[in-house]
């Protein structure tokens, strides 16, 4: 990692910790509906075909929950995918979750499709998120494991963060191997960023 490279991190790091207050202080009394208009906005606006795949998260800590876009899209029978991790330094696998099969525990507080269910390469790719900004740049939680999932699918799914419109920061700084958002849906909308 070059001087550089280390600073940014450090950067990073700190707007984590920023990152994470903000969303920590998102009023549990709003967090019911905000999952509910961020189901709303993406169904309106994210352009989605019945024959394409999601692969959405189980969310943990204090993500904005996507169990009722999840639950939307499963009773519309759109192909649904959870991740897993498989390894520290591994890409996620992206099971896909086929009605009636129950989730199983996969570490970290989350949940996922059995070890036997088709691994696949979605469509579009939700993505949890410390914070974003006006740029569609992501913070992720550091450790890099959509980055690695991303560069190892063979094509460029739609990249769509989801998260609470409180999580947005001025600036974060990007390198080379972030990739930016192309969406971004909140309790407040959908947003597109150009040129991501």
């Known amino acids: 990692m070059t001087d550089s490279e280390a600073q940014l991190e450090e950067q990073k790091a700190k707007l984590r910790q920023e990152a994470l207050a903000r969303r920590e202080a998102v009023p549990q009394a ?3 509906d905000a999952a509910k208009m961020a189901a709303d906005a993406f169904l309106e ?3 989605l075909h019945s024959d394409q795949s999601v692969a959405l998260y189980w969310p943990i800590r ?3 929950d996507c169990k009722p876009l999840l639950t939307r899209l499963m009773d519309s029978g759109q192909k649904v995918a959870l991740p897993v991790v498989t390894g520290e330094d591994e890409p996620l696998e992206l099971r896909l ?8 525990p996969s570490g970290f507080g989350t949940l ?3 070890e ?5 390469t979605p469509d579009i790719v939700v993505i949890p998120l410390l914070a974003f900004d006006k740029l569609g740049t992501r913070l992720g939680y550091g450790k890099g ?4 999932t991303l560069g190892a699918l063979g094509k460029k799914p739609l990249l769509v963060g989801y998260a609470f419109s409180a999580q947005e920061l001025d600036f ?7 990739l930016p958002l192309d969406l971004l849906v909140t309790e407040t909308g959908l947003r597109r960023f150009e040129g991501a």
């Open 97 to 104: 979750w086929e009605d009636g099969q129950p989730l199983y």
């Open 145 to 148: 494991y959509y980055d690695r």
């Open 30 to 32: 709003d967090r019911a």
């Open 116 to 120: 036997t269910a088709p691994i696949i």
């Open 45 to 47: 606006g994210v352009p």
């Open 112 to 114: 996922a499709p059995a």
């Open 62 to 64: 204090d993500e904005i």
């Open 172 to 178: 974060i700084p990007r390198l080379d191997h972030d």
